[in-house]
């Protein structure tokens, strides 16, 4: 009988021990299998992985000890179903945060743009929201699933972050005229990289009124310092259409 008692022991422990070993042994195959950028994907997998494997435990453990664990498999079953279905919001925002890990489209650090919401700064990501920064310091925690749904831009080139700014000139001058003083304003601008430039994106015109609604695009160092070199370049290009009277 002690012998017995012995045996059964022997097996409660090797399943704990099995069950305490099991999750780290895959943490450690994912690590080497994508390179040690494994955070998104840990923080997603642990608390569903670590739960399985204690559940399962715990059936087998029941089983050493002489319980009948069938019905409650049966009992697990009707409710993980139950949790599953309460739970299809979160499940969908972890296998959204595994989809944005695999798919690499932004990093921390980053500017991205959803949709057509405003640029935002990629602060954070965890297994159930990407924390978005925007240029006034507010952070907002958007739903993985939202980001994987939507259009995604990145703005980032080589450490710096892509800009425009639209502007409508009306003038009764003619258009080249406008867009030469506009270039000179631009190259005057401290805070724009060399990477910069003008485009037109709409022109109409009636009588001698023209109406030229402009494109000015450049990459910025600082995004939180965005509005800064927004507000030289307007600046800049009132000033020197309005001292050539255009």
Not at 72 to 83: D, N, S
Request: charged share 20%; net charge positive.
């Amino acid at each position: 009988r002690t012998k017995g008692v012995q045996a059964i022991g022997i097996k409660i422990v090797a399943i704990l021990f099995a069950a305490f070993l099991l999750p780290r042994i895959l943490f450690w195959a994912l690590r080497r299998a994508t390179g040690g950028d494994t955070g998104l994907v840990l923080s997603a997998l642990t608390t569903f992985l670590k739960t399985g494997v204690w559940v399962i435990a715990f059936a087998f453990v029941l089983s050493v000890l002489g319980f009948d664990v069938t019905a409650i498999v049966a009992g697990l079953g009707i409710g993980g179903l139950a949790i599953g279905l309460a739970a299809q919001p979160m499940i969908a925002d972890m296998i959204a945060a595994l989809v944005i890990f695999a798919e690499g489209k932004f990093k921390i650090g980053e500017v991205i743009k959803l949709g057509s919401s405003e640029p935002a700064k990629v602060v954070g990501l965890a297994w159930r929201s990407t924390q978005l920064r925007n240029t006034l310091g507010l952070v907002a925690h958007i739903p993985n699933r939202q980001v994987t749904e939507q259009t995604v831009q990145n703005l980032t080139k080589e450490g710096k972050i892509f800009d425009i700014l639209e502007v409508t000139v009306t003038t009764q001058r003619e258009v080249h005229n406008v867009l030469a003083v506009i270039n000179r304003a631009l190259e005057e601008c401290r805070y724009l990289t060399a990477d910069h430039g003008v485009s037109v994106r709409e022109f109409t015109q009636k009588g001698e009124t023209k109406v030229v609604k402009y494109r000015f695009w450049w990459f910025v160092e600082d995004y939180e310092g965005r509005d800064k070199t927004r507000d030289e370049v307007f600046t800049r290009i009132s000033r020197s259409l309005d001292e050539e009277d255009l």
